[in-house]
């Protein structure tokens, strides 16, 4: 992007807005392992692809849900003065974008970031009878289903016999 125009991202055309998603379409295409995604990711960075194809694009929403649920908590037991804070430091951020040079090297203006924390396991692991069977609720599909890879599923418990006693018995 340093050599032509850079895209506008934003339909209200805020190029601060703009940058700080470019940024984050570039931390989570640098951080997936599904290649598609990667790839519909960095389009859309590069002004060749739309966020309204991610509404369809199943890794994007198995993405958003294994995240969405932790930041619900995460934000839960924030007191006021921690959100006051997180948004001075967004607003700071994107008066920052606002006013940079876009043909600068993003080393050359960014302060090394500070190492987050890492995210503690969910207190209560779904119990395996529940992780086999969708909920009643009509909303939530298979792709909610949480498998943890410590307990074998049905498909697991399936080959693992097979093997023991063989596929012709």
Known sequence: MN???????????????????????????????DKNLENQLREIRNGTGSLRDLESSESFLRLGDSVLEQVRQDQAVQTDEEKQRL???????LERYRHEDPHVSD????????????????????????ASQPTSNPRRSWRDVVVTPDEPDEDDLYFQERRQRGWLQ
């Open 107 to 130: 080393r050359e203006t960014r302060p090394a970031p500070e190492p987050r924390p890492a995210p503690e396991p969910p207190a209560q692991p779904v119990p395996p009878h529940t």
């Open 87 to 93: 948004v001075d430091m967004g607003n700071a951020i």
């Open 3 to 33: 050599n032509r125009e850079e895209p506008m991202l934003d339909p209200a055309g805020d190029i601060g807005v703009s940058r700080v998603l470019s940024q984050a379409l570039k931390a989570l295409a640098d951080n997936t392992a």
